[in-house]
């Protein structure tokens, strides 16, 4: 039999390499599909939390005063909503700048704050970058006077696989009659209306002070805003009081793509957020309940 020669040996070697080669680079990418699959980024979470200027609830409880007067309320704080590994978190009724900035060190996360047309400020808090930060962004004219007296701030994170969220934070008007709330909503929706349009991620986060059974509810909705706690809460949701919950006037909803990622939404009334009844010396960390919603 004829020994192959030099020139076949090394054809037949190349081959073999290929082979081996083209093996290791299917290996390969399904190794890399594996990992991709395992490395699904983590959820989105995001608490929407009226925090009564961090004073405690009941604010006359005697532990509340003094857990005031000793400087604990931004541990306290902190430590509370760090339990649910927060990405974003909303405040109504924000405290001072200082104890913002005290419970924001606390959680590693930026913040910025939406000053108030009267005494309640907003705070937007986020362990991602906040950027491009408007108090009031109507699109045309001043704010009314009468309109917008507790907090309204729009701003855009900067999520970690590089996409832009814009996030709305809000209290709306607490009066007993819509009036006013049906005046402040149009104007949102207004300045609202261009990443409606242009297929944005959005959130809207606060203490809306309307149930959803309003015309103020619907107007959301009808809007194309999504409620998260509609979407897939158990359960009826009451946000307010601490004690005894009532009403449901908090809110996170959602409209764009990640509407179609929410995973959970529920008020949290548990642990530091509530008071025990049957405890006369007791005292939540604020009259509301905090909203949590987590996105995919």
């Known amino acids: 039999m004829r020994s192959p020669s030099s020139h076949e040996s090394c054809t037949r070697r190349d081959v073999l390499k290929q082979a081996a080669f083209g093996s290791l680079a299917v290996a390969a990418t399904g190794m890399s599909s594996v990992l991709a699959v395992n490395q699904k980024s983590p959820p989105l979470r995001v608490i929407s939390y009226n925090v009564y200027n961090c004073t405690g609830w009941p604010k006359d409880r005697a ?34 700048e200082d104890m913002v900035k005290e419970i924001a060190n606390r959680l590693g996360m930026n913040y910025v704050r939406f000053p108030s047309g009267g005494n309640w400020p907003g705070t937007l808090l986020s362990r991602f970058e906040i950027v491009e930060p408007k108090n009031v962004p109507m699109v045309e ?133 509530r008071t025990n009844i049957e405890d006369p010396k007791s005292f939540a960390l604020s009259d509301h309940l905090p909203q949590l919603a987590v996105f995919e």
């Open 141 to 273: 004219g001043e704010r009314p006077h009468d309109l917008f007296t507790r907090h309204w701030g729009q701003a855009t994170i900067k999520l970690p696989n590089g996409e832009p969220l814009i996030v709305h934070s809000a209290h709306l008007h607490p009066s007993v009659e819509p009036d006013i709330r049906l005046r402040e909503i149009p104007l949102m929706l207004k300045s609202m209306k261009r990443d409606f349009n242009v297929g944005q991620s959005m959130l809207l986060i606060g203490d809306l002070n309307h149930t959803p059974d309003t015309k103020e509810y619907k107007l959301w909705v009808d809007a194309g805003w999504t409620d998260t706690f509609a979407k897939v809460g158990k359960g009826d949701g009451m946000t307010i009081k601490a004690d005894k919950p009532q009403r449901r006037i908090d809110y996170v909803m959602a409209a764009g793509p990640i509407a179609k990622q929410i995973e959970e939404s529920r008020p949290l009334f548990e642990g530091a957020f």
């Open 63 to 96: 532990l509340a005063n003094k857990a005031t007067n000793l400087g604990q309320m931004p541990d306290r704080f902190a430590h509370e909503l760090a339990l649910y590994e927060p990405d974003i978190i909303n405040f109504s009724e924000s405290p001072s």
